[in-house]
């Protein structure tokens, strides 16, 4: 029987990033993720510093509400469970929300949301190494990480009605949570450990239980 929490390193981890499929499919959801909730996405302090060096470039790409939000409070704040989290617009909306029309597989999908943070950082891909695209929770999504006061690290996995149509696509090709977020894992714990993750999917793979 699969247990329900592996552990690599100091990092524990749902097996449910092993089983579950799962692929991002904009056509359908149109970025809905950056504009429903009711709190914005986690941050770091880092983060916070990399989002305010960055907020003159695109500054003029976010909506005057969003403009008035961070005048008033800055790019982040304390929610009701005391952690640091991107600010929103109408309870809901991140300030970052921006809207354009993109190419996805083939075809032209309008009016699709955006993180106008991560749109400058792709401009800018390959004129600085390492640079700060978006907060790694964004990223790492549906993944969701928690960190304990004992030095350890959780990664558990979330169900969002929101993102059906990435479970699935995810089904469709046949792709795994932990493949798909391949990028956004190694940024966050190093290749070293994502490849440890990989062989330890591959090893319960051989053993039947994925």
């Known amino acids: 029987m699969l247990p329900p929490i592996l552990q690599i390193g100091d990092v524990l981890i749902s097996t449910e990033i092993l089983t579950e499929r799962f692929c991002c499919d904009l056509a359908a959801c149109k970025g809905a993720c950056c504009i429903e909730g009711d709190a914005g996405a986690p941050v770091t302090l880092d983060e916070i510093g990399e989002i305010e060096n960055m907020l003159d470039n695109v500054w003029n790409d976010l909506s005057a509400s969003a403009q008035a939000i961070i005048d008033r409070q800055g790019v982040a704040y304390t929610d009701q469970e005391g952690d640091l989290v991107t600010s929103i617009v109408g309870g809901k909306d991140c300030v970052f929300t921006c809207y354009d029309d993109i190419q ?105 239980y994925l």
């Open 104 to 208: 996805a597989d083939g075809a032209t999908i309008g009016n699709c949301c955006l993180c106008a943070l991560e749109r400058i950082a792709r401009r800018q891909k390959g004129k600085e190494s390492g640079r700060f695209v978006k907060p790694i929770s964004c990223a790492l999504y549906p993944i969701r990480e928690k960190r304990f006061s004992d030095g350890t690290t959780g990664l558990n996995f979330h169900h969002w009605k929101v993102c059906e149509s990435a479970f699935k696509k995810g089904k469709e090709l046949d792709l795994p949570a932990y493949q798909f977020l391949k990028e956004p894992l190694t940024r966050r714990f190093g290749k070293a450990w994502y490849d440890e993750l990989c062989s330890v999917a591959d090893s319960l793979k051989a053993q039947g």
